[in-house]
């Protein structure tokens, strides 16, 4: 492929002027190529590092997990031997390493549990956070995020988990879904300062990935006592992950959302919570924001009593 001149035609105050523009097409087309297919850009057969970490940071890899790159696509003989072995005892056992998993899962909400119920104030409660080591999350998570806003709120706003921005700076919801939370409240007549604001998940999954249920299971008891000490008037839950994971009910957040639904904190208290869609899933489906103006409204009436 060869190089072709170009011939533009750019006008400015004194007039037309011919600028000539010479572009190698063959540079061109592998610029379209790194484009379409997102391969890291290659100066002289040597990956640039610069651009491999822009690469990698637009690919949504924005956490190390091991100080050494490890090759997982070529298995090596000791790494496929080990495997044969590992598949051939769980063949043979008939059941230990199955419960194995549920058991150690346990443990941690059990421990959870423990520390939870031991806090008596919402600093209290803080530190038994930031002391436990029982969430995978934690260890790549940047810091703790635990809480904004007003601790005497009637309304206690709870979300999914934290995102980079929340994971830097340690404070819910300052991200792009933050900001449009804030415009939802304010059109409701409330501010951020005025509310209690909060995640189910006090850590940043990696990847921005939702947690998985055990990582939801084992932060549920700080959540419940989290609702018990700040003791709100009512309850805003954010995404399908604190609405199902604190209702108990199994549907889909759109199903969920428009209705009052009891939260259980213990045998003998309960509060009452409304599930809505998740400010980050409005910016993908602004459409849904009619739908969440609805819910608001039914909060802001429940709000004047």
Known sequence: MSTSTWHNACTDNSGSVD??????????AQGFRKALFMQPP??????????????????????????RPQNRVIKTRETAASETSFEAAKEKATGPLEAAKPASGLAQVAAAQRLAADCTDLPSLRQALEAFDGCALKQTATQLVFADGSVDAKLMIIGEEPGRDEDEKGVPFVGAAGQLLDK?????GLK?????????VPWRPPGN??????ETQICMPFMLRHIALAAPQVLLLLGGTPSTALTGLSQGITRLRGRWHDVTLAPDAKIQALPTFHPAYLLRQPSHKALVWQ???LLQERLKH
């Open 192 to 200: 951020r300062s005025e509310v209690y604001i909060t995640n189910v």
């Open 19 to 28: 600028v000539g523009l010479t572009v190698n097409l063959q540079d061109v």
């Open 295 to 297: 819910d608001m409204l």
């Open 42 to 67: 290659v100066h002289n057969d040597v990956a640039d590092p610069a651009a491999a970490l822009f690469w990698l940071a637009q690919a949504g890899v924005d956490v190390v997990m091991e100080d």
């Open 209 to 214: 990935r939702k947690p998985t249920p055990l």
């Open 184 to 188: 939802i409240l304010a059109a409701t």
